[in-house]
């Protein structure tokens, strides 16, 4: 067993700080230790972290929200919401104070910070790679992310350990609770990538399922740029009829959520009976009013996202939302990790929801 379990939960991520560390000290008693890490602001802006207590020879979990854009903080008398990059910057400061005295620090970051800036097309920077490399240098043992927008980000850090955990068993627990009319048959359901990028985890969740695939191919724009992206021009359906199933929507992230509100629109053309969505972030930075409209038109029945991130009061209140708390099986990765046993029975959720599929049907 390594050291004592010593929990460090940034400011954005308090709220998971706090049950995560209720749940582990369920499990381990007295083994366990939430220490306070403050992060306080100059009037210019610069900063600094303080931590409360020491982490000598304790084997340390950081935990950041890089996408909590609802803390502020004030510069120059002016008031800012904080950004990924200022996350990020309080992350690398909560592991300078540690100052190399931890037995190991293993960051859990659920969003990858930059995982959208993952390739390079011009002359662009690799934002995802060099926050890697800079955590490797800082002495950081390991790294915990969920659902990366391009998992091959591991390759930047070969000889560090970098785990991308999918919460593909938590989704479809959450959607057999809810749900108690589903038939999972290729005649009644089918799995639907929103775009390319997509297909890899709608390939999966749909093999174990049993069911078959569709996919959306994005036509963009690619002579203009608007907000960091080239514009998409059309979503084109390719796959098999839609008619009468319950089709699931799969992806990553939902960011403004008009790609994702487009192609349930165009399945519910083509003869859907029911439209769920399925997205480990729901960032909605456009805000709700677009998701309230297509709810009422009947575009989609719910969406369901995880509480990985920041989720505003005004999201967890719509009827059609439904959060997939993940702070157990956080607080289960961290306890295995501690202990020194392998984590690949957690993070392979195959044959879990095998199980689960299996007990809903003979329900």
Not at 41 to 61: I, N, T
Request: glycine share 6%; proline share 3%; charged share 25%.
């Amino acid at each position: 067993m390594s050291g004592e379990i010593t929990l460090i939960a940034l400011e954005s991520a308090q709220r998971a700080g706090n049950r995560v560390n209720q749940i582990l000290s369920e499990w381990r008693g007295g083994e366990v230790r939430l220490i306070q890490a403050e992060c306080p602001r100059f009037s210019s802006g610069e900063a600094k972290c303080v931590l409360k207590e020491s982490v000598r020879d304790r084997d340390v979990f950081i935990l950041v929200d890089v996408c909590n854009w609802s803390l502020k903080y004030q510069m120059h008398g002016i008031e800012n919401h904080m950004s990924p990059d200022d996350h990020y910057q309080d992350l690398k400061r909560v592991i300078a104070a540690c100052n190399g005295k931890a037995q190991r620090i293993t960051v859990i970051m659920p969003f990858l910070y930059e995982g959208r800036q993952h390739r390079k097309t011009a002359r662009e920077s690799l934002d995802c790679a060099v926050m890697l490399r800079e955590l490797e240098n800082m002495g950081v043992h390991s790294i915990l992310t969920f659902d990366a927008h391009d998992p091959r980000m591991q390759n930047v850090v070969p000889l560090m350990s970098m785990e991308n955990v999918s919460p593909a068993l938590q989704f479809t627990q959450a959607m057999l609770t809810e749900y108690e009319d589903l038939i999972i048959d290729s005649e009644h359901m089918m799995f639907i990538a929103p775009d390319e990028g997509a297909t890899e985890r709608v390939v999966f969740l749909a093999t174990l399922f049993g069911v078959n695939i569709g996919m959306f191919y994005k036509r963009r724009d690619y002579g203009r740029i608007v907000n960091g992206s080239n514009p998409v021009i059309a979503h084109d359906f390719c796959g098999g009829t839609v008619k009468g199933k319950d089709v699931i929507i799969v992806d990553d992230m939902i960011s403004s959520g008009g790609s994702m509100l487009d192609t349930s629109r165009q399945l519910k053309e083509m003869g859907a009976r029911r439209v769920f969505i399925f997205s480990t972030f729901g960032l909605f930075t456009s805000g709700l009013d677009a998701f309230d409209r297509a709810f009422d038109e009947g575009l989609f029945d719910r969406v369901f996202t995880t509480n990985l991130i920041y989720q505003t009061p005004e999201l967890l209140s719509r009827e059609y939302y439904f959060s997939v708390h993940m702070d157990r099986y956080i607080a289960a990765l961290i306890d295995t990790i501690n202990r020194g046993e392998a984590i690949y029975e957690l993070i392979r959720p195959a044959p879990r929801i095998h199980q689960a599929i299996a007990v809903y049907q003979d329900r």
